[in-house]
T-cell receptor
Framework: AQKVTQAQTEISVVEKEDVTLDCVYE???????LFWYKQPPSGELVFLIR??????QNEISGRYSWNFQKSTSSFNFTITASQVVDSAVYFC????????????FGKGTKLTVNP | DAEITQSPRHKITETGRQVTLACHQT?????MFWYRQDLGHGLRLIHY???????NKGEVSDGYSVSRSNTEDLPLTLESAASSQTSVYFC???????????FGPGTRLLVL
């Protein structure tokens, strides 16, 4: 069965610090997708990134970067030079192919960036 | 711009009442989903649909139902609201080409 674990429940950093949010997943499928979503205090869920299981290239988008390692079943998210606006709950999620395409979410990591 | 909307955004109801939460998307996506978000549980799948007249149960479907009569809408009905159904409900639709679900703004439901 699919499972996503975000072991860090809450993280607090000071502005400009780098922070890494961990995500470990379990799946029996060889084809799957991994996602990160951001939920700011306003409550909406904002899509950040999707990664398919065949693409282990790391990705960078501005201050955000993602490290996908199939060998450790991890898809970690790093924010460089964090800002107060990065304060949010971040969810890692997994969907399997094979007809389901449902998302299984981790329980989220609440990031607080203090000025 | 195409979008996904939910209504109402906030709802207070009483135990035992029937409640329907609306979800409407204008992307013409075939796949639609309902999740609930609770502290300590993250988001959990309630029901989903792959197209008109298709509905499927998710992880926490007891006490909920959906119907899909057109592509744009997937209303979620709580047959007899219970206090355990107090939650934030999110609707999502899936862009098949991008393999990505996009979420509505959420409905905050309080069952007294």
């Amino acid at each position: 069965a699919q499972k996503v674990t975000q072991a860090q429940t809450e993280i607090s950093v000071v502005e400009k610090e780098d922070v890494t949010l961990d995500c470990v997943y379990e799946t029996r499928d060889t084809t799957y997708y991994l996602f990160w979503y951001k939920q700011p205090p306003s409550g909406e869920l904002v899509f950040l990134i999707r990664r398919n299981s065949f693409d282990e290239q790391n990705e960078i988008s501005g201050r955000y970067s993602w490290n996908f390692q199939k060998s450790t079943s991890s898809f970690n998210f790093t924010i460089t030079a964090s800002q107060v606006v990065d304060s949010a709950v971040y969810f890692c999620a997994l969907s399997e192919r094979g007809g389901s395409e449902k998302l299984v979410f981790g329980k989220g990591t609440k990031l607080t960036v203090n000025p | 711009d195409a979008e996904i909307t939910q209504s109402p955004r906030h709802k207070i109801t009483e135990t035992g009442r029937q409640v329907t939460l609306a979800c409407h998307q204008t992307w013409n996506h075939n796949n639609m989903f309902w999740y609930r978000q609770d502290l300590g549980h993250g988001l959990r799948l309630i029901h989903y649909s792959y197209g008109v007249q298709d509905t499927n149960k998710g992880e926490v479907s007891d006490g909920y139902s959906v119907s899909r009569s057109n592509t744009e809408d997937l209303p979620l009905t709580l047959e007899s609201a219970a206090s355990s159904q107090t939650s934030v409900y999110f609707c999502a639709s899936r862009d098949r080409d991008q393999e990505t679900q996009y979420f509505g703004p959420g409905t905050r439901l309080l069952v007294l």
